[in-house]
Each structure stands twice: as structure tokens, then as C-alpha cells.
């Protein structure tokens, strides 16, 4: 079975600070892509940053960055830099391997990050 | 996402009235999904489409139906709607392109049963 953890409801950091959200998955395909997506208080999903599973590197996107450790089924997102407009929910999602019917997402139940000034 | 919207944004019913939500996308996606989204629980799939007409449950298909005649429209309705069906529903499309392509969400459906 795919499940998605994130086990901080809340987080704290202080503008201009890095933090780091927590994100462990558990799936048997060989195959598979992680993803995070932010939720501003607005309501909309918004993808950061994607990371497969034969990825040899971790990815990054401007301030976004996925420690990827496989081994212990670990995906955590870094902010580096933080502002403001960080503050909002995050998601960490899993994706199967690819296939023809249809290609479910896994969520996590979140993450609420707040960044103070 | 400019290329998903859903219809209404904002919508208050009473029990056992069936209720219908709309996704429409303009990016010729073949894969749309609809989730719903409840505290303590992430997203959680209800139903998905893999082309016109093929349609397939997710984790919380009970309650719920999907249709889908036209690439671009997703249809999801229920049947009879009860509080538990409280709740904020969002849409998603993906190319299906390659493993690294994203789900893109629209702005999500707020649904109030009373």
C-alpha cells in the first residue's frame, strides 16, 4: 500500500531562516515521484518541486529543495531563505508508478508553516 | 491554474438534494481527477478519468458519481448529498507525459450541506 507521513502538524521559523518539512513515504512499486505542493490561506494548489525516485541528484527549484534520502524513504523539503509568503500548508505527495489507467497521488495531511517576522 | 476551473466556487445545500460540480480544462489533459479535502486528512481521491467515458473510484468513492462525454468536462455529483459530504472538492488534470508532470488543481469547490 502507498501512504504519504508528515508527522509536524505546525512549524515555526523566523524570516530569513531555512526549515525543513518532514516527509516519509512507504510504496512496493520500483518506480515512483514525490512531490510537494504549497496551500496558501487563498486555497489554491501550487507544485514546488518534483523528485523521482531514480533521481541521483536532489532536486531544486529557486528556494526549494528536496533532501531525498532513499534508503530511508525519506522526502524533505528545505526553504531556504524564508519570507513571509511562505507561510501556508504543505503538502507532501507520492505518485505510483506511471501507468495507463490513471496515475493516483498519494497525500500527506499536511504540514501548516508560519513564518514569523 | 489559468487552464482548470471549477464551477461553483461556493456552494450551500441541504440534505438529500443531489449536487453536481463542474471542472472544465482547456489543455486537452487526458487524466482529471477530483479529491476532496477535509483537516486531519490531506487530499483524498474520489474519482478519476482516464479518457472520455472511462471513468475509475478512488479511496472515497461512496455517495459520489462521475461522468465524463467531453475531454475538457468532468463531471462530479452526488447523489443524494449528506453532511458528511461537507467538505472542499477539488479538481485536477495531468498530461500523463512523463513521470515528472505535476497534477494542476483548480481553485477547489467549497460545499456546505446543512
Known amino acids: 500500500a502507498q501512504k504519504i507521513t508528515q508527522t509536524q502538524p505546525g512549524m515555526f521559523v523566523q524570516e530569513k531562516e531555512a526549515v525543513t518539512l518532514d516527509c516519509t513515504y512507504d510504496t512496493s512499486d520500483p518506480s515512483y515521484g514525490l512531490f510537494w505542493y504549497k496551500q496558501p490561506s487563498s486555497g489554491e494548489m501550487i507544485f514546488l518541486i518534483y523528485?523521482?525516485?531514480?533521481?541521483?541528484q536532489n532536486a531544486t527549484e529557486g528556494r526549494y529543495s528536496l533532501n531525498f534520502q532513499k534508503a530511508r524513504k525519506s522526502a524533505n523539503l528545505v526553504i531556504s531563505a524564508s519570507q513571509l509568503g511562505d507561510s501556508a500548508m504543505y503538502f507532501c505527495a507520492m505518485r505510483g508508478q506511471l501507468g495507463a489507467t490513471g496515475n493516483q497521488f498519494y497525500f500527506g495531511t499536511g504540514t501548516s508553516l508560519t513564518v514569523i517576522p | 491554474d489559468a487552464g482548470i476551473t471549477q464551477s461553483p466556487r461556493h456552494k450551500v445545500t441541504e440534505t438529500g438534494t443531489p449536487v453536481t460540480l463542474r471542472c472544465h480544462q482547456t489543455e486537452n489533459h487526458r487524466y482529471m481527477y477530483w479529491y476532496r479535502q477535509d483537516p486531519g486528512h490531506g487530499l483524498r481521491l474520489i474519482h478519476y478519468?482516464?479518457?472520455?467515458?472511462?471513468?475509475d473510484k478512488g479511496e472515497v468513492s461512496d455517495g459520489y458519481s462521475v461522468s465524463r462525454s467531453k475531454t475538457e468536462d468532468f463531471l462530479l455529483t452526488l447523489e443524494s448529498a449528506t453532511s458528511s459530504q461537507t467538505s472542499v472538492y477539488f479538481c485536477?488534470?495531468?498530461?500523463?507525459?512523463?513521470?515528472?508532470?505535476?497534477?494542476?488543481f483548480g481553485d477547489g469547490t467549497r460545499l456546505s450541506i446543512l
Open positions: 523528485q523521482g525516485s531514480y533521481d541521483q
Open positions: 485536477a488534470m495531468e498530461s500523463g507525459q512523463g513521470e515528472n508532470q505535476p497534477q494542476h
Open positions: 478519468s482516464y479518457g472520455v467515458k472511462d471513468t
